[in-house]
C-alpha cells in the first residue's frame, strides 16, 4: 500500500498528490492532483477538495470557472467521486505520454 498525503492508492505505477510538483499551480489552499478520464483518458488538473479543474496543461494552463467538477471537462462524460479520486489517478506512463511530466516531482 502506497499513501499519498491526500489520495491514497495500492497501485504503485499511480501518480498521486505525493508525485505531483504542489507548487506548480497556484490555485487556492487545495491539494492538486492529476484525474484520468476513464472515458477519453485526457487528464487535467483537480484540486481537492474544492473540485477546481485546470486544463490546458501542456501550453497556459487555466481553471475552468465550474465551482465544482462533476464531468470530464475534456468529453463531458458524467465522472463520480462518492468512491473517492483513486480510481482516476493516471499512470506514470500516461502522464508522460500527454506531456506533463513537469508536473512530477521526480
Ligand atoms: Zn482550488
Ligand atoms: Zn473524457
Given at each position: ?24 499551480i497556484?490555485?487556492?489552499?487545495g491539494?492538486?492532483v ?73
Amino acid at each position: 500500500m502506497r499513501f499519498g498525503n491526500h489520495v491514497i492508492t495500492a497501485d504503485a505505477n499511480a501518480v498521486t498528490d505525493v508525485d505531483l510538483d504542489q507548487t506548480a499551480i497556484t490555485c487556492c489552499d487545495g491539494v492538486v492532483v492529476l484525474l484520468c478520464c476513464p472515458a477519453c483518458r485526457a487528464l487535467w488538473l483537480h484540486c481537492d477538495p474544492h473540485g477546481h479543474s485546470w486544463v490546458d496543461l501542456t501550453t497556459t494552463p487555466r481553471k475552468l470557472d465550474r465551482p465544482r467538477v462533476d464531468k470530464c471537462p475534456s468529453c463531458g462524460k458524467g465522472l463520480h467521486f462518492d468512491a473517492g479520486l483513486a480510481t482516476f489517478l493516471p499512470s506514470r506512463s500516461e502522464v508522460f505520454a500527454a506531456d506533463l511530466a513537469r508536473y512530477l516531482v521526480t
